[in-house]
């Protein structure tokens, strides 16, 4: 709903939103919240889940400052409660969503693998692609591949290199390392983003960084025809 209003809450402390234009919401989980025209994406006022809202007539004090509905949302498990008090309805619609199948998030490290197992030529001309998941006996690595000498390449991709990535690739290099039909394996420490102090701590142990540019590699983006 679109409302002109004034909301109060109190609980654990007492706030007050004098009269103005405003967004209302409904969820069906038992939430409300109300927004204004800015302040992006964060609500002015909120309640939780779960909660109930109640609408009743106004109080003849409050039809006689202009009131023409009073909205009174309770938390189920605390005091905190507001109270909504609406001059004006400007807008009032009601839709059912249904179920939502939720996030599914776009360059997820599944998705580096795959595109860099396609274009194995990012870790240098004449490379190979051998497997993905190579499996180790302390878990697999994300690419195993040859360069264009055919010593072996373990590859470690995050969306977000940081420290933790590192440590990980130098125990799948020293494990790896071990096993005469590989050695030497080099490592690569592939990410779209990396740490400085990962790409130090990385340096310094002889792995080489690889930052990928995953629209460009996803055909989105011309990374040969930019400016800067």
Not at 110 to 117: G, K, M
Not at 149 to 163: C, N, Q, T
């Amino acid at each position: 709903m679109i409302a002109k209003c004034s909301v109060d809450y109190e609980g654990r402390l007492r706030a007050h939103l004098p009269s103005a234009k405003r967004l209302l919401m409904v969820k069906a989980d038992g939430s409300v919240l109300i927004h204004s025209d800015g302040g992006s994406y964060k609500p002015l006022n909120w309640m939780s889940p779960p909660a109930t809202m109640h609408s009743t007539a106004p109080t003849d004090e409050e039809r006689a400052e202009g009131i023409v509905e009073v909205w009174r949302v309770q938390h189920a498990k605390s005091d905190d409660h507001l109270t909504i008090r609406i001059t004006e309805k400007i807008s009032d619609t009601a839709h059912e969503l249904g179920l939502d199948p939720g996030l599914i998030k776009d360059g997820v490290e599944s998705d580096l693998q795959r595109l860099l197992a396609e274009q194995i030529h990012l870790i240098g001309e004449g490379a190979t692609l051998v497997r993905r998941e190579y499996m180790t006996a302390i878990g697999p690595v994300d690419i195993l591949a040859r360069d264009a000498s055919s010593h072996a390449v373990a590859i470690e991709l995050k969306r977000r290199g940081d420290i933790d990535g590192v440590e990980q690739l130098t125990r799948y290099l020293e494990l790896m390392n071990r096993d005469p039909l590989l050695a030497p394996v080099r490592g690569i420490f592939a990410a779209q983003q990396i740490k400085p102090q990962a790409r130090t701590l990385a340096e310094d142990r002889g792995i080489e960084c690889l930052v990928l540019d995953y629209d460009a590699m996803r055909g989105v983006d011309d990374a040969e025809s930019r400016l800067f």
